[in-house]
């Protein structure tokens, strides 16, 4: 929790944090789209839990007191074996849910060189085009934030809701300022 506040403040983000933190079962993660020089996406297809079978951008959870950019740095080279660069926060979320589904989650966009594929052991890494994102097997919340990560100018803050058959509705958006 002291690190997302910290890297709040060090962003300057006019936001309060308690909107964050809505139970105890939350823990905190970070993920990236990030894109290659072909316009591909680096996509992997999970195999476990939260969202088995589905495409998602690499990422993971955020260790105690880890730095959020050193954070999905580090769990974008553990996975893919990529080194990002150009990053830039789009979307930081609230999540609630059943078992799996209770994230505070940062979201970045990214930049990498197109290279060979190595193994992943979360899943199959694949390269996807961004303009054909929303054709592939995305979770649905993903297709519901792409927007706010492409379309739209800005930082924003999505608070998420997950029912028991894990469908994810988005409860509010909230454009987020920097001072």
């Known amino acids: 929790m002291e690190n997302v506040e910290k890297y709040i403040k060090e962003k300057k ?3 309060d944090t308690k909107k964050l933190f809505k139970n ?3 823990k905190i993660a970070v993920m990236c789209y990030a ?7 680096l996509m992997l297809e999970r195999i476990k839990e939260p969202f088995s079978g589905k495409l998602v951008p690499p990422g993971g959870k955020v260790e105690t007191n880890e730095d959020i950019e050193k954070a999905i740095r580090r769990e974008f080279l553990e996975e893919t074996g990529f ?14 849910g059943p078992e799996h589904y209770n ?18 052991n979360e899943g199959i890494l694949k390269w996807i085009k961004k303009n054909k994102l929303l054709e592939e097997n995305l979770t649905n919340i993903d297709k519901k ?19 028991e058959n894990k469908n994810a509705e988005i409860l509010h958006v909230e454009k987020i300022e920097t001072y």
């Open 13 to 15: 983000l006019q936001f």
């Open 24 to 26: 105890h079962n939350q």
């Open 35 to 41: 894109e290659n020089e072909e316009n591909e996406i």
């Open 83 to 96: 080194i990002l660069n150009d990053l830039k926060l789009k979307v930081f979320t609230s999540e609630e």
């Open 103 to 120: 994230w505070i989650l940062f979201i970045f966009l990214g930049k990498i060189k197109k290279r060979k594929l190595n193994y992943c």
């Open 145 to 163: 934030i792409l927007p706010y990560l492409y379309e739209k100018k800005g930082l924003f803050f999505i608070e998420i809701n997950y029912d």
